[in-house]
């Protein structure tokens, strides 16, 4: 973890980073670089001890430190999917309208 994102993250909620061993803390960062903010947010409550709301909170602070930080680590979403999918609605479409001219007197 570069000290830009270990100064921020003592600022947030008061954290002593004492509390939290750096290998922790490196789970809990990769977990949000790759999305997976749940399971941040379960971990971070887990070995805090603290409500789901200061978790939340604290995982939505930590995810803005780390951004800044390290934008090129955050993974990004492709939009492949949604390409199949028009794809595949439009192959669906064209078999629906070869099907009814077929079968039309």
Do not use: H
């Amino acid at each position: 973890m570069n000290k830009k994102v270990s100064k921020g993250l003592q600022r947030l909620n008061g954290l002593n980073m004492k509390e939290i061993p750096p290998e922790l803390m490196d789970e809990i960062s990769e977990s949000i670089y790759q999305g997976r903010k749940l399971e941040a947010v379960k971990r971070y409550k887990e070995l805090r001890g603290t409500s789901l709301l200061d978790a939340k909170n604290f995982i939505e602070a930590l995810t803005e430190e780390l951004k800044a930080a390290s934008p090129e680590r955050f993974s990004t979403q492709s939009t492949v999917g949604c390409a199949s999918v028009l794809v595949l609605v439009l192959a669906s479409l064209s078999v629906f309208c070869l099907i009814v001219i077929s079968v039309a007197p």
